[in-house]
């Protein structure tokens, strides 16, 4: 498939400062010089770069387009254990930057081994008490709230049971239009850019709508490894499942950090098209190379070589940065990154559909 390219640019944010100057006018040699400070008026400072969202609404699409009827194999598949739904749901935040290592509880609960949360009551739980997400809902009604966007979440429920209730039953991620407006995809059953009431009224009589907060990345840090295999886990302790590994002297971009309990320092950065976690204290901080992020709409294919007629091996989506460490010309004079990614040295990607972190 064709890889697109959005570009985008970026903004320098000059920062001024008024110096005063002083004169001097010699009105008697036998008397001190008279002291006339000159004040200049401060200009007007330029605006400040847009800061960096950590929550990609435009990787959240990218990869729900992506994914809406395949399963991506990095994960588990609860489709025929209960729906995987949720699961879904968690792969495109996850894709978007967010990690949902504190699960429903602030300790991980609820939590697979891959990094999803594959239940909606416990989904809910980390979107409104872990995550901080807005939330509102409606039942036998047909308007959605305003707000609701790409990248927001809905989750279905039963509310006709007024003594045990069933709010939260079936999850859907928003990708197209706004309120009323919103369309969502889903899997179990696999929806594409449905409507957002598909199912509402007339399967569920319950809405829950989620809007997820942006925050901010601050700083790009690119680490290098310094052992030989260094784990990369769900969260930020050794008590979450291991996806991974990277390796001595691979390069990669966090874009935050946390301290565990025991006073660790672990990076937040892109493992592939997931948000993964690794100790900083088996790297160290390096400005080597080209660090770059995917600028493409849909999504960026990787290739074993550098040209489309080499084979596809994988996919990284809107906003994820990566280090390039070779460049290459390909036959239809495109250039292309040879970059560390999943643990792997020897993946490519077109560098059209990139741009340079400064």
Known sequence: MTEQMK???TKDCLGFCTKIKR????????RPPDFYPVIRPRPKPL?????????????????????WDVYNTAYHDYSSSGGDDCNFVSQCMIAGGLSLWKGYDGAGGGVDSKGAIPFSDNLHSFLVNQLGADHSYIEYSVSA?????PGDIIIYGDARDQINPDYWRHAVIVVEGCGNNAKVSAH???????????????????????????GKITEYTQFRVNVTALSVRVGPSTSYGTIGQVNLNEKYIAYEYVIDAAGA????????????????DYTEIVNENIKFKVVSENYLNVRAGPGTTNSN???IF?????????????????????????????????????????
């Open 47 to 67: 605006p400040k770069p847009k800061v960096q969202p950590l929550y990609s609404r435009t990787a959240v699409v990218g990869y729900a387009d992506k994914f």
């Open 313 to 315: 091996v994988g996919s």
């Open 145 to 149: 709230p305003d707000w609701l966007a």
């Open 23 to 30: 004169r001097y006018r010699i009105r008697d040699f036998k």
């Open 188 to 214: 179990t059953s696999d929806r594409y850019h449905e409507p957002w009431n598909y199912a509402f009224p007339s399967c569920f009589n319950r809405a829950n709508f989620y809007h997820i907060p942006d």
């Open 265 to 280: 320092k672990w990076w937040h950065f892109w493992f592939d098209n997931r948000s993964a976690w690794c100790r900083a």
């Open 318 to 358: 809107y906003a994820q940065a990566f280090t390039a460490f070779e460049t290459a010309i390909a036959a239809d004079n495109s250039t292309w990154y040879r970059f560390y990614c999943q643990g792997r040295s020897d993946l490519w990607c077109c560098a059209d559909y990139t741009v340079v972190i400064e």
């Open 7 to 9: 570009q985008v640019g």
